[in-house]
């Protein structure tokens, strides 16, 4: 399944701390449960992926409707010409 693939399958999402510092991400649905845990740097990148892919989601939707772009939020990129 790639990700631009829709589905029947549905599930609950969980995030949050656990006893031993990490961070879980625990996604579970009918007969299945998976638990994905991250070193908490690990966590912080995929919170700006998820904060990227929403923006640009946004755009596609704007888009869609005919609507105007938006500028970027926080005017410039945090890390100029891809470098972090």
Request: proline share 7%; aromatic share 4%; glycine share 10%.
């Amino acid at each position: 399944m790639s990700i631009d693939k829709e589905s029947e399958v549905t599930g609950d999402l969980q995030i949050g701390p656990t006893t031993l510092g990490m961070v879980r991400i625990y996604v579970v649905g009918d007969g299945f449960e998976l638990p994905f845990d991250f070193e908490p740097e690990e966590a912080e990148d995929i919170a700006e992926e998820l904060l990227a892919a929403a923006e640009a989601a946004r755009e596609i939707a704007d888009r869609a409707a005919g609507k105007p772009a938006k500028p970027h939020r926080g005017g410039q990129d945090k890390h100029p010409k891809g470098k972090k």
